[in-house]
Nanobody
Framework: QVQLVESGGGLVQAGGSLRLSCVAS????????MAWYRQAPGKQRELVAG???????NYADSVKGRFTFSRDNAKKMAYLQMNSLKPDDSGVYYC?????????????WGQGTQVTVSS
């Protein structure tokens, strides 16, 4: 069984930084794509940053220049370095992965980690 577990959320003042981590646990699988999504109260879940199976890194316009997505394939981990945080960045951040486990790929989600940015 494959699981995604996030960590690193918390409360921070505007202008501060946080680093989120996500680890994929289990055996017999490979990761094709990974990403971070977030969901604020009353809003839809949105893509924040991610790496596609082709290796392209994408960022939401609202976080470009402030957030950095990285991935450690050997450790099966993904990170989101968030700098210059704004109150609008608050929400639950979810780790996503497209994982191949024979004979097919499927989507996996973590349980989410809360990020709160105070003004």
């Amino acid at each position: 069984q494959v699981q995604l577990v996030e960590s690193g959320g918390g409360l921070v003042q505007a202008g501060g930084s946080l680093r989120l981590s996500c680890v994929a646990s289990g055996t017999g699988f490979s990761i094709r794509a990974m990403a971070w999504y977030r969901q604020a109260p009353g809003k839809q879940r949105e893509l924040v940053a991610g790496i596609t199976s082709g290796g392209d890194t994408n960022y939401a316009d609202s976080v470009k220049g402030r957030f950095t997505f990285s991935r450690d394939n050997a450790k099966k981990m993904a990170y989101l370095q968030m700098n210059s945080l704004k109150p609008d960045d608050s929400g639950v951040y979810y780790c996503y992965a497209e994982i191949y486990r024979w004979p097919a790929s499927r989507d996996y989600w973590g349980q989410g980690t809360q990020v709160t940015v105070s003004s």
